[in-house]
């Protein structure tokens, strides 16, 4: 298995930047398809991003094309969120997930991270 460490929440203004890390261990970061959802207080998780085992092809969920841009490091087994222009309703807290295939829902997950609180103020 695989276990996710998510760092780099926070505080911020609307129309500021964060930058999440997600730190993998236990079982080799290429194998997986990573992403990165998100759950608002009140609401269902979110699908946010996924990228691609070699990092080539990336997908988003249409509120954060433009603003958000997910990437990794296989050699440092880190996946990251860029997110940039960020907005009230971006407020939630963020999951990493791990699984062998790609999927745009939660439950196509089996791998995941406490989570990071990301608050954006307006």
């Known amino acids: 298995q695989v276990h996710l460490v998510e760092s780099g929440g926070g505080l911020v203004q609307a129309g500021g930047s964060l930058r999440l890390s997600c730190a993998a261990s236990?079982?080799?970061?290429?194998?997986?398809?990573m992403a990165w959802f998100r759950q608002a207080p009140g609401k269902e998780r979110e699908f946010v991003a996924f990228i691609s085992r070699s990092g080539n092809s990336t997908y988003y969920v249409d509120s954060v094309k433009g603003r958000f841009t997910i990437s990794r490091d296989n050699a440092k087994n880190t996946v990251y969120l860029q997110m940039n222009s960020l907005k009230a309703e971006d407020t939630a807290v963020y999951y990493c997930?791990?699984?062998?295939?790609?999927?745009?829902?939660?439950?196509?997950?089996?791998?995941w991270g406490q989570g990071t609180q990301v608050t954006v103020s307006s």
């Open positions: 997930a791990a699984e062998n295939r790609p999927a745009v829902v939660a439950s196509g997950y089996d791998f």
């Open positions: 236990g079982r080799p970061f290429s194998n997986y398809v």
